[in-house]
C-alpha cells in the first residue's frame, strides 16, 4: 500500500500539495461529467442535437480565446489567474441551477469553456515556474497521476447518483462540482507565490490584460495590437512553437483513440463483450497512475523530451495495428488483443505526455508562459476537433487501410516534430531570451 501512494505522492511536501490540489479539482469535474448527459437532457430538457451544437460552440470559443487568455494570465499573474479562474469555474458550474433553456445552456458552456481555459494557462504556467528544471517534468507526472484517481473517485461519485434513478442526487451533482471547486480555490491560494520577475510579463497591467481579452472592435486595431505584431518575443512570432503545438495535437490524439475509436470499433467490428469497456477503461486509469511517474525518468530536455515524444508516436501505430486485426479474431483471443491495444495506446498516452511537458518549458519564454499555454491549447483543440471524425472514419468504414493510415499520420508527426521544436528553441536563442 505504501509503495502504491509513493506512486501518487511524492515526498517533496510542494508536489504533495498541488497533488492533491489536482486530485480535489478532478474530483469535482468528473462528478459532473459523468452525469452531464443525464442533468442536460432530463432536467435542463435539451435535445442529444442541442447539447451537441452547444459544445461545439464553447469549443469553438475555447479556441478563438486561448491566446489572449494566455497573455490575459501573463498581465494578471499566473497564481492569480489559476486562483481567479478556478472560482469561476466553481460559480459557472453552480449556475447550471438556474439554466432552464438551449440559450443558457450555451452562455453557460461557452463562459465556463473560457474560464477553464484561462485558468488552465495559469496554472500550467504556474506549475512550469515553481519548480526546477530537473525536477519540473516528474513534478507534472505527479500532478497527472492525482488527476486520473481523482477523476476515478468523481466518476463514481457521478455513478451513484445516477443509480439512484431520481432528479434529486442528479441536481445535487452541480452543487457537489461547485463546493468542491470552491474547495479547490481556497486550496490553490495556499501554494507559494512567485517572484514577479517570474509571474508576471514585464511592463503589463490589468487594463492590458482586459484589452489582450477584448481588443477592440473587428476593424479597430488597438494600440496594444500593433505593439503585438512588433514583439518579436509573442507567442504567435515563433513558428516553430506554432508548428510544435499543432504536431503534437496530432500525437495527443491518443486519447481519440482510447475514448471514441477503440470502444466503437469494438462494439461495432469485433465479438468481444461489450462489458470488456468498463475493464479496458479501467486498466488505463490503473496503468496512467501507476507509471506516469515513471514515463519521465530522464526527461529533462528537449532531446530527451522528443525521445519520450518519438515512444509516445510508437507506442500509437503499434496500438493501431494490435487492434485492426481483432476484425478477423474470435473469442478470447479478441478480448486479449483489444486488451492489449488499450495497453499500448496507454503508452502512448504516458510517453507523450512526458515529452509535451518537456518541451513546453524549455522552447517557451521564462516571461510568456501563459501565452504560451494559449497557443499549446490551441494545438490541443485542433486535434480534438479533427480526429474523432477522420480516425473513426478511417477504421471503421476502411479497417486495415484506415488503422494503418492513423499509424501513420503519428509518424509523420514524430519525424516532423524534432525539426519544429528545435526550430523554436533557435528562435528564442536568436531573441536572447534566457532559458526557462
Known sequence: MHRTLEKVLSDDPLIRAMAYQSVLSAFGEGAFLTGSAVY?????????????????????AMFLASVPLGRAADAVGTRRTWIIGSLLQSLLFGAWLLVGGFWGFVAVTVALDLAATWMRSGRNAYRFAVFPREGRVRSMAYMRASRNVGYTLGALAGGLALAANSDGPVLALPVLTAVVLLANTAWITRLPELDDADDTVPETGLEQAAEAVLPGLPGLPTHSD??????????????GFIAFSVLDGVLSTHQVLLNVVIPLWLVQETDAPHVLLAWLFGTNTVLAVGLQVAATRGVTDVA?????????????????????????????VTIALVWLGHVTVTGAELFQSAGQWGIQAEVADPDRRGEYQGVAQLGYTLGSVWAPAVFTFLAVRHGAAGWLTIGVIAGVAAVLIGPAARAAQRHLERLGVPPA
Open 40 to 60: 442536460f437532457t432530463q432536467i435542463v430538457g435539451l435535445s442529444a442535437s442541442q447539447v451537441g451544437l452547444g459544445l461545439t460552440i464553447g469549443g469553438a
Open 226 to 239: 500593433d505593439v503585438r505584431r512588433r514583439d518579436p518575443r509573442a507567442a504567435l512570432r515563433n513558428r
Open 304 to 332: 530527451t523530451s522528443l525521445r519520450a515524444e518519438r515512444r509516445g508516436a510508437a507506442f500509437l501505430a503499434l496500438s493501431c495495428v494490435v487492434v485492426m486485426v481483432t476484425h478477423d479474431t474470435a473469442g478470447w
